[in-house]
């Protein structure tokens, strides 16, 4: 039964009758994943220090190691392991610890159709990435890097002021770090109840001022690495150009016929917003690399097949996986199908990203618009 | 010389009139006085009568006076606003009829209830309101009579309020639980809807095996050939994994039903719990209401500790409050797992326990409670019972929780409590509480 192409999943709990219970529910899954079962981090550990594992599923509160140590180790040397939580309840404190290791939050109780399906959807992620190393730079994303100029921003907000939860809006939903973070912790059960198709906005709404300002504290956005001014500036200009990618989509949706509620000119503004993830996601795991190798592109054509050439992959792919994986109900690769030429293999996917079949409608209305803007507003 | 004799006389009398007339003078100036005197005395007298009067008249107390029969004498407006009643009404009543817990008897009883210091009663006013009153009673001796002044607060309103922020500290804590008991609650959901999955699994499963054994069956009843369905059998038996299904399945069952016993278990002591209780104390099981503390805040403390519980079996039921004991209970359960948790701040290996022992002492149990966290500071020791102190970090400790258990405890239920403590070794927290509530 050990078969080695299986996928290999650990689940990790301090009681043991969660784990015996999560053994026999997913009985039936024992021909498709190999799975080990650890009664607490330690024991975890062990078990990621002897066998290959590719998710792992941790309960929070334990005693010794918890969860958020756990995670934290798994990220810092295993970062390619896909990382879930499946908890009852836990201390904001640790939430805070755990929003950077880990890819998804689930809630106890959590069935196990319900456990398939989401550990089956990032296994996908992984198959969409072919090589190894592409699913590492996006499995080893904590936060998309945001500008400095955006972070020092947020550190100047003086909570006393008026306009104080104004002005903090205004950054959170112009940059492309914080607002994916803002979208991925209200998609799975971080803060509370997940929500599908969410926009920004409502995900701001939905986290609230408070956790936001906590995450800011709580050193969330401030991405671990060091930088050069080239790619600092990099992240200025794709920011910038994501912003006129989202608002000018957003107009063409206004006077366009199409009857346009809340939701679908949120999800147009998102994606716009979050349209060039993938080339944040190149960077923070290639370096200048990613930028000497497309740094020549003189369109949005160009750059796919530097991309591609280079590192095998395109912006496009690590952009859904990393949407896929926090489970971010974006139609990226919708986005993504519209605007690029049919030159390149087509990702393995039947439209996973939209997980909802509503969602499917939604994504037909917002991709016109996204599509147009981005062959409108000049390439970046 | 006859002249003479008469001047002399005229002189004489003269002279005695004269000394007549100052006499006269004097003592009419002497009623004078004495009468201007008089006048200032009954100025005064009526000064000091009219001030009396109206401090009796003003002051916020009722303030009622009665003779050694009982009967009332003095009965000021504060007091007819505190009983309901007229002056007049009160005049033709004895003091003890204004109370429902006040009896003099034929008169013997009145000196048991002068006391030190102010107690509480109750009455019933005139539109049928039960009023809560703190009275002080003192005994006025003099020369010709004994009578007695009562001094009479209204508390009424002031227990109200601390009955509804006793009450809105318990739908807090009971709030703060809630997220607990959520967790306690959704782990054993957790693994009984995965057994009871398994189950159906494996029933199904079963199903399928034993139709091929109904296929036997039947073959073997028609003298058929039995070899297909034998392999059919073994097959299917190798398949689901028999040997696994026939150990997991009772495993299985058994674990779904501690499961839901758990949750059960959780639920009834929650709504223990959280019940607005009577306003009547009621004789209650000690130990019993110290497990439902316990299991309520489970959440709270098997992270930092373990719960030892050493109940004497010979403890009484005790005559209280029980809701007022849940909490009291809870806060010092509480209190002990917050200070294990500080102190493994400092020392992550530490093991943590919180010790509960009951015991019966005369006509008292004692309680106790003990840790192992971080201790007090004498300076801590001594302000734990002040309203507002905590020694949490802001917005995590109201600086209730203490002084909560010493009004529940002591006030309510005429206990005491002790305190020891060591800093950086641990807390001891004593209480005895008397089986039966003295009057």
Not at chain 1, 68 to 79: C, G, M
Not at chain 2, 257 to 286: C, L, W, Y
Request: proline share 2%.
């Amino acid at each position: 039964m050990t078969d080695s192409k299986n996928k290999h999943v650990l689940f990790v709990d301090d009681e043991k009758n969660i784990l015996s219970g999560i053994r026999r529910s997913l009985r039936a899954q024992r021909q498709v994943w190999d799975m080990s079962f650890a009664q607490g981090g330690e024991e975890a550990i062990e078990v990621l220090r002897s066998a290959q594992v590719d998710l792992i599923v941790s309960d929070m509160r334990m005693p010794e190691t918890d969860g958020s140590e756990l995670l934290h180790w798994v990220a810092a040397n295993q970062p390619h392991v896909i990382r879930m939580v499946l908890s009852g309840q836990c201390h904001k404190s640790k939430l805070l610890k755990i929003v950077n290791n880990a890819h998804q939050f689930l809630t106890k109780p959590s069935d196990a159709e319900h456990l398939i399906e989401k550990i089956d959807l990032a296994f996908k992620t992984l198959e969409n990435s072919g090589k190894q190393n592409v699913h590492n730079a996006v499995a080893s994303v904590g936060t998309i890097p945001s500008p400095a100029s955006a972070i020092s921003r947020l550190q100047q907000v003086q909570l006393d002021d008026d306009n104080a939860e104004s002005q903090l809006k205004d950054i959170c939903v112009k940059d492309i770090g914080i607002s994916s973070k803002l979208l991925q912790l209200c998609s799975s059960s971080f803060f509370g109840t997940p929500l599908s198709h969410v926009s920004i906005e409502d995900a701001y709404a939905a986290l609230g001022a408070d956790t936001i300002c906590n995450l800011i504290e709580a050193g969330v956005f401030v991405a671990n690495h060091q930088r050069s001014d080239r790619i600092e500036q990099f992240l200025e200009m794709i920011n910038e150009h994501s912003q006129r990618v989202a608002k000018r989509s957003v107009q063409l949706l206004h006077d366009s016929e199409v009857e346009a509620n809340g939701l679908t000119k949120g999800m147009t503004y998102a994606g716009g917003m979050l349209h060039s993830i993938g080339r944040l996601i190149f960077v923070s795991y290639w370096g200048e690399a990613y930028l000497d190798a497309t740094q020549a592109a003189s369109d949005h054509q160009d750059l796919l097949d530097a991309e591609m050439e280079e590192f095998g992959t395109t912006h496009q792919i690590l952009g859904s996986n990393l949407l896929r994986l926090w489970y971010i109900d974006l139609p990226l690769n919708e986005i993504a199908k519209a605007s690029s030429s049919s030159s390149f293999p087509e990702q393995k996917t039947d439209n996973e990203s939209v997980f909802q079949v509503s969602g499917r409608q939604i994504t037909e209305q917002v991709c016109p618009f996204l599509r147009q803007a981005i062959e409108q507003e000049s390439f970046a | 010389m006859e002249q003479e004799v008469w001047q002399r006389r005229v002189n004489r009398e003269r002279a005695a009139r004269n000394e007549a007339e100052a006499f006269l003078e004097s003592k009419s100036r002497e009623l004078y006085l004495a009468n201007q005197k008089l006048t200032k005395m009954a100025d005064a007298w009526r000064y000091e009568n009219e001030k009396n009067q109206a401090i009796l008249d003003n002051a916020a107390e009722g303030i009622v006076t009665f003779e050694a029969d009982g009967n009332i004498a003095t009965f000021n407006p504060a007091a007819e606003r505190i009983f309901g009643i007229s002056i007049e009404a009160a005049m033709l009543r004895n003091f003890d009829e204004l109370f429902d817990d006040i009896r003099f008897g034929d008169g013997a009883e009145i000196d048991s209830y002068v006391l030190d210091e102010a107690k509480e009663y109750c009455a019933t006013d005139a539109n049928g309101n039960t009023r809560v009153l703190n009275v002080a009673l003192t005994k006025a001796e003099s020369n010709r009579a004994i009578s007695f002044v009562a001094v009479i607060q209204d508390r009424t309103k002031k227990r109200a309020l601390e009955a509804q922020l006793a009450v809105a500290q318990k739908m807090e804590s009971v709030g703060h639980l809630a997220a607990g008991i959520a967790h306690e609650i959704n782990t054993p959901i957790q693994y009984v809807g995965d057994n009871t999955r398994f189950l159906q699994e494996a029933f199904d499963d079963l199903t399928g095996l034993l139709g091929l054994y109904e296929k036997l069956l039947f073959a073997v009843e028609q003298g058929a050939a039995t070899d297909t369905v034998i392999n059919e059998i073994q097959k299917s038996a190798e398949e689901i994994d028999l040997e696994f299904l026939a150990e997991e399945i009772p495993q299985a069952t058994e674990q779904a039903i501690n499961g839901t016993g758990r949750v059960a278990k959780i639920v009834r002591a929650m709504k223990e719990f959280s019940h607005p209780g009577t306003e009547k104390q009621v004789a209650v099981a000690i130990n019993h209401v110290l497990e439902t503390a316990a299991t309520v805040s489970r959440n709270e403390w098997k992270y930092v500790a373990e719960m030892e519980t050493d109940f004497g079996e010979d403890v009484p039921d005790v005559t209280c409050y029980v809701g007022d004991l849940n909490q009291a209970f809870l806060n010092l359960i509480v209190n002990a797992a917050h200070a294990i948790e500080k102190r493994q701040e400092n020392e992550p290996e530490h093991k943590g326990w919180i010790r509960i022992s009951t015991r019966r002492v005369d006509e008292q149990v004692q309680l106790i409670f003990s840790d192992n966290g971080c201790g007090m500071s004498n300076d801590t020791k001594e302000k734990i019972f002040q309203p507002f102190f905590t020694t949490k970090p802001v917005g995590q400790g109201t600086g209730q929780g203490m002084s909560m258990v010493q009004r529940f405890i002591v006030e309510r239920h005429s206990g005491s409590i002790s305190v020891q403590s060591q800093e950086g070794a641990g807390s001891e927290i004593s209480i005895l509480l008397p089986v039966i509530p003295p009057r």
